[in-house]
């Protein structure tokens, strides 16, 4: 009975989703996207470094820029974001994937227009998914990503986490790499291990 009791957090680890190797998550980052034109936040989604202000390799470096709790978004060179026609931002959907099929602007571009009731646009206060291609170097392939955010047009939106495919070319699906929550049967194997450890001890 000891030996199993010993063994059953390793069975429930065993029942952890594998995460795809070839995926780089952030995990939560919760970045803030203040409700300003003036003070807004740019983040690099390959180092994870975030900026208030424009930073000045932002046409050479993966960065993508937020005003006015995410109602403005910006990029450069060296990302570029899933769009419709023109420049407006796709709210995609966790049954979306982002690869070359995808609809990007072809350089710099800057969208105001992604928030309302239309299919494909975000709900204020209602967290959504945009997609990306970026190039970590200048002149590299594309490599292929999606962020999580919530847009908010009264108070501060938040920029909750985002992931990327290492390979280049490689489509990923949006809400892969994101950080697994437990499942029923993980919590379930815990919750016995611990009752029958508390009752060894009793």
């Known amino acids: 009975m000891k030996c199993f009791l010993t063994l059953l957090p390793v069975l429930a680890l ?55 709790g995410g109602i403005d978004i910006s990029n450069g060179d060296a990302l570029r974001p899933v769009i419709t026609g023109s420049s ?19 350089g710099a571009s800057f969208s105001d227009t992604h928030t309302g009731p239309a299919p494909g646009q975000f709900q204020v206060v209602t967290t959504g998914y945009l997609g990306f291609a970026f190039s970590p170097t200048v002149g590299a392939p594309l490599q292929y990503g999606w962020a999580k955010i919530t847009i908010d047009n009264a108070s501060t939106g938040t920029l909750h986490e985002w992931a990327y495919e290492t390979a280049p070319g490689t ?32």
Do not use: C, K, M
């Open 14 to 68: 065993g029942f952890v989703p594998a995460a795809h190797g070839a995926i780089v998550s952030s995990g939560l980052q919760n970045v803030v996207l203040p409700q300003s034109f003036f003070t807004g936040v740019y983040v690099n989604v390959l180092t994870q470094v975030t900026s208030p202000t424009l930073p000045s390799d932002f046409d050479t470096a993966p960065w993508i820029g937020f005003d006015l």
């Open 88 to 106: 407006q931002v796709v709210n995609l959907t966790t049954a979306d994937s982002v690869g070359s099929a995808s609809n990007l602007p072809t």
């Open 171 to 202: 489509a990923i699906q949006v809400g892969a790499g994101a950080i697994p929550e437990p499942t029923g049967t993980v919590l379930t194997l815990l919750a016995t291990t611990a009752f029958y450890l508390r009752r060894r001890r009793a």
